[in-house]
């Protein structure tokens, strides 16, 4: 009913910088809160950053300076720009949306398939 689609991941050496994009479609209603989790391999899923409605954020302390969340309502895309990468970023990337379908529904979260961030020289 509702697909998120992530594109931007690909390798990139220690410093660099990418931008990942998570593009919402499908039975829409209205968006709640957006958000980027990761897994590296052996580790459990955390989250990265999130972002409201109203355009709050929080972030991982670890990540806390370098990446920035930021969302384009109208197109239902969220972004990621990760500055200064370092090895230990490397990781599936997940984008997830709090979607209502209807006015009368409640959110559901929907997650994406996740692409691939690998940094290494």
């Known amino acids: 009913q509702v697909q998120l689609v992530e594109s931007g991941g690909g390798l990139v050496q220690p410093g660099g910088s990418l931008r990942l994009s998570c593009a919402a479609s499908?039975?829409?209603?209205?968006?709640?809160?957006m958000g980027w989790h990761r897994q590296a391999p052996g580790k459990q899923r955390e989250l990265v950053a999130f972002?409201?409605?109203?355009?709050?954020?929080v972030y991982a302390e670890s990540v806390k300076g370098r990446f920035t969340i930021s969302r384009d309502n109208p197109k239902n895309t969220v972004y990621l720009q990760m500055n200064s990468l370092k090895p230990d970023d490397m990781g599936v990337y997940y984008c997830?949306?709090?979607?209502?379908?209807?006015?009368?529904?409640?959110?559901?979260?929907?997650w994406g398939q996740g692409t691939q961030v690998t940094v290494s020289s």
């Open positions: 997830n949306a709090d979607v209502r379908s209807s006015l009368r529904g409640g959110y559901v979260k929907w």
């Open positions: 499908g039975s829409i209603f209205s968006i709640g809160a």
């Open positions: 972002i409201t409605s109203g355009g709050s954020t």
